[in-house]
């Protein structure tokens, strides 16, 4: 039974900075990763950590935002600094296991609100 566990969403000034949490539990995936969706809009990538360490994030990051992962916790973390309002959303961890080259399996958090607003 696969479970993703978030936590550290909150409501925080512009310009300030906020860590997220994913615990995942069941097994080891082939990459983690972010999502957001703000309201009246699409789920979107915010970023994904790869097992061997690689990344990669969404334009709209512009460097404010970094993703790591502890393996022997199964844990993803984003650390996102100089927030502003337009990044005010529902939060979803991802997880994701590769079962053959062109399929996966999507596994989803419950989501954390993050709101930015002064």
């Known amino acids: 039974q696969v479970q993703l566990v978030e936590s550290g969403g909150g409501l925080v000034q512009p310009g300030e900075s906020l860590t997220l949490s994913c615990a995942a539990s069941?097994?080891?995936?082939?990459?983690m990763g972010w999502y957001r969706q703000a309201p009246g809009m699409q789920r979107e990538l915010v970023a994904r950590?790869?097992?061997?360490?690689?990344?990669n994030y969404a334009e709209f990051v512009g460097g404010r935002f970094i993703i790591s992962r502890d393996n022997a916790k199964n844990t993803v973390y984003l650390q996102m600094n100089n927030l502003n309002p337009e990044d005010t959303a529902v939060y979803y961890c991802?997880?994701?296991?590769?079962?053959?080259?062109?399929?996966?399996?999507?596994?989803w958090g419950q989501g954390t609100q993050v709101t930015v607003s002064s």
């Open positions: 069941g097994r080891l995936f082939s990459s």
């Open positions: 950590i790869f097992s061997g360490g690689g990344t």
């Open positions: 991802n997880a994701r296991s590769i079962l053959k080259i062109g399929k996966w399996d999507d596994y």
